[in-house]
């Protein structure tokens, strides 16, 4: 049963840091593209970063212009582990924060229930 | 970057059928992803790759793409479809997954 836990949510002060875990179970990490998606509240839905599945050219990642450059996406296959690495957070990053797998062919088949991040002073 | 446009609500009475658009820049080359979320709750894909159906999903959610526009219709519709709705592709350009703003359905 393939099942996403996201975890590390909390109230930050701006300009820290904060790590988000994504634990999954059912599946191997590695073997898909996986996501973060973010919802500010009362917001729609953002996409937020991309870590691809190991694949004989290698992984690439890819990131939604408003958190290039803060945000880094990584995987740890041995835990089987999907990670947000956060920092520089402003109020604008407070949202819930879901991890998502990516079905072949393209589209989000299972979700987390979402971490909330809320940036605070 | 590729954007998606979604009106921000649909309201349609109970029995009839609820169309959603969700327009973008010759999305009709591009496979269209639908999900549906209710409060408090995590995003569930009803229709990916235009127009298919994932299992557990009613033949009454149904999806089609062409053109500049891309549509879900859920016919037959109950007070249980009330939620919001989001379309959503891949831009292969930049690699980015783009989502549309999302579409508040009401059952008058």
Partial sequence: ?121 | SYVLTQPTSVSVAPGKTATIPCGGTNIGSKSVHWYQQKPGQAPVVVIFNDADRPSGIPERFSGSNSGNTASLAISRVGAGDEADYYCQVWDSSSGHRIFGGGTKLTVL
């Fill in chain 1, 1 to 121: 049963q393939v099942q996403l836990v996201e975890s590390g949510g909390g109230v930050v002060q701006p300009g820290r840091s904060l790590r988000l875990p994504c634990a999954a179970s059912g599946f191997t990490v590695s073997g898909y593209d996986m996501h973060w998606v973010r919802q500010a509240p009362g917001k729609g839905l953002e996409w937020v970063a991309t870590i691809s599945y190991v694949g004989i050219n290698g992984i690439s990642e890819y990131y939604a212009d408003s958190v290039e450059g803060r945000f880094n996406i990584s995987r740890d296959s041995s835990k089987n582990r999907l990670y947000l690495q956060m920092s520089s957070l402003t109020v604008d990053d407070t949202a819930v924060y879901y991890c998502a797998r990516e079905r072949v062919g393209g589209c989000f088949d299972y979700w987390g229930q979402g971490t909330l991040v809320t940036v605070s002073s």
